[in-house]
C-alpha cells in the first residue's frame, strides 16, 4: 500500500488480545465465511470490496487465499488458542480462536462467487475441507447472479458441496434492473431460478431490492408477486441505501439520482412484510423471510446471535464468540501482499467491552422476530434488562411497538418496532449506573 509508511500495518498487528477464560466462551456453533471481491461489473449502489477481475487476478486471488486458509487451519483444533502457522513464522500473535467444535456453516459472498471457475471453487473447498473440521450436516451457501446460473453449473456447484443457493436477481422489473446496473432482465432471472428449482438444493433463495429511484409500489408489488409465484425456499428484502463513495451517492449529489422519500420508504417495507407474509413466506428478521424453519439462513443467525465465525478473503471480519473482532486488509493487493509477506492480512482487531457487546446483542435481537431473550442476557452478562426497563417497555407497548412476552422472557417487536429497531434497541438501558 502506498498510503502508508511500510512496516505500519505489520506494526498494529503485534499485539492481538488472547481470548482468555474469563472472557465469555462462546456458546454457539461457528462458521466460515469466504470474500469473494470480484464482479463482472460493479453496480453503482455497491459499497463492498470488490472489483473486475480477469482469469489471472482471479487464479493469483485462489492461490493466496489457500495460503490464508491454510495458515489459520495449522492449529484449529489442536490446541487453544490459534497462532497460525504464518503468525508462528513472524512472530506475530494472532486472536485467540477458543472455539474448538466443527463449522456448521460456510458461506461464499462478494463480490460474485457464481464467477469463479470450477476449478477455482473446488480448490478452495478442498483447502477448507483440509484445514477445518466441518460438521456433516452443514449448509454450505453460494451466492450466485442469474447470469451464471447454467444447467452444467448448477449441477457442478451441487457436486461440490452447495446445498443453499443465493440469487441476486434484485427485481423483476427491467427499468430498475437497468438502474441498478444489472447485467440481467427479468427474464434472465427467471429462467435462473427456475433451473435452479429444479435442482435438488436445500434451499434456493432470492435477493431483492426495493425503495429503487422512480419504483411505484405497483411494480415493486409485482416483483413480489413473480418472486413468490416461483416458489422459492427463501426472500431476502433489502432497502436502497445509498452509501457514500458509489456512484449512486455523486449522483444524489448532482440531482440525476431522486430518492424515495422515508414516508414511501416506509410503505413499501410494511407492503413487503405483509404480501410475504399472507403469502406464507413469514420474517424472521427484519430482511429475511422464509417458508420453514429449516430454510432459514444458519449462517447469517451466527451473525445476529454473536456466534463465532472466521473470515477469509480481503475485507473479511472475524468473531471469536467471545470478545475479540478482527478484519482482514480491504484491497485486495495489501491483502495478497501480506500473504506474499508470510503474515496473516489483518487491517486491525478490536476488544469489544461488555457494554458494547451488550449494546450490539439488544440491537441485533430487536431485528430479529424472536427478539430480545432477557435470560440469555443475563445469562451471559449478569444484567436484568427487564428490571432496569420497567417504564421504558410500558410506553414501547402503549406505542404498539414490542409485544412483552413475560412468559418466555422475551421482547418482541411488532411490525411496526420492526420498522424502527434501531430507535427501539436506543430507547433501553443497558446498565444500572
Not at 414511501?264 to 424453519?293: C, I, M, P, Q
Not at 446471535?305 to 472475524?318: E, M, Q
Amino acid at each position: 500500500s502506498m498510503s502508508e509508511p511500510s512496516g505500519h500495518r505489520t506494526k498494529r498487528l503485534t499485539n492481538f488480545p488472547q481470548t482468555t477464560s474469563s472472557t465469555i466462551l462462546p456458546s454457539h456453533t461457528p462458521g466460515l465465511y469466504i470474500h469473494v471481491p470480484f464482479c463482472s461489473r460493479v453496480c453503482p449502489y455497491c459499497d463492498f470490496a470488490v472489483q473486475t477481475g480477469g482469469p489471472e487476478k482471479q487464479f493469483a486471488y485462489v492461490d493466496s487465499l489457500v495460503q490464508e486458509i491454510r495458515g489459520w487451519g495449522a492449529e484449529v483444533g489442536e490446541q487453544g488458542s490459534v497462532l497460525g502457522a504464518l503468525a508462528r513464522e513472524t512472530d506475530q500473535s494472532a486472536p485467540g480462536w477458543s472455539c474448538m467444535e466443527p463449522f456448521d456453516s460456510v458461506y461464499l459472498g462478494g463480490g460474485t462467487p457464481s464467477s469463479l471457475t470450477l476449478d477455482a471453487l473446488e480448490t478452495v473447498f478442498s483447502a477448507l475441507s483440509g484445514a477445518f473440521q466441518l460438521a456433516a450436516d452443514r449448509t454450505v451457501t453460494l451466492e450466485a447472479n442469474p447470469e451464471d446460473v447454467t444447467k452444467a453449473n448448477l449441477a457442478a456447484w451441487r457436486d461440490l458441496g452447495i446445498n443453499r443457493l443465493s440469487l441476486g436477481v434484485q427485481s423483476f422489473d427491467d427499468d430498475a434492473l437497468c438502474l441498478l446496473g444489472r447485467r440481467h432482465t427479468s427474464k434472465d432471472a427467471i429462467s435462473a431460478v427456475r433451473a435452479a428449482l429444479a435442482i435438488d438444493f436445500d434451499v434456493v433463495s432470492l435477493d431483492l431490492i426495493y425503495s429503487v429511484p422512480g419504483q411505484s409500489a405497483d411494480s415493486w408489488l409485482s416483483t413480489l408477486e413473480q418472486a413468490v409465484g416461483l416458489e422459492p425456499h427463501h426472500i431476502s428484502c433489502y432497502e436502497l441505501t445509498v452509501h457514500e463513495a458509489t456512484p449512486f451517492f455523486s449522483a444524489r449529489k448532482h440531482g440525476q439520482l431522486v430518492e424515495v422519500d422515508e414516508d414511501t420508504k416506509a410503505d413499501l417495507f410494511f407492503v413487503t412484510h405483509r404480501f410475504l407474509a399472507e403469502a406464507g413466506y413469514f420474517a424472521y428478521e427484519v430482511s429475511n423471510f422464509s417458508r420453514e424453519v429449516a430454510s432459514r439462513s444458519r449462517h447469517n443467525q451466527k451473525y445476529w446471535d454473536h456466534s463465532p465465525y472466521l473470515g477469509f478473503g480481503p475485507s473479511a471480519h472475524s468473531f471469536d464468540g467471545g470478545s475479540v473482532r478482527w478484519w482482514n486488509e480491504r484491497g485486495l493487493d495489501d491483502w495478497a501482499d501480506g500473504l506474499d509477506e508470510g503474515r496473516l492480512p489483518i487491517a486491525d482487531t478490536e476488544l469489544l467491552t461488555r457494554e458494547q457487546l451488550i449494546l450490539e446483542e439488544v440491537a441485533l435481537n430487536l431485528r430479529t422476530m424472536a427478539g430480545l431473550d432477557f435470560e440469555g442476557i443475563e445469562r451471559r452478562f449478569g444484567v436484568d434488562l427487564e428490571s432496569l426497563n420497567i417504564e421504558v417497555i410500558k410506553d414501547l407497548r402503549k406505542s404498539g411497538l414490542v409485544e412483552a412476552d413475560a412468559a418466555a422472557k422475551r421482547l418482541v417487536p411488532t411490525l411496526e418496532g420492526l420498522a424502527v429497531a434501531d430507535t427501539l434497541a436506543a430507547s433501553l438501558e443497558i446498565t444500572s449506573s
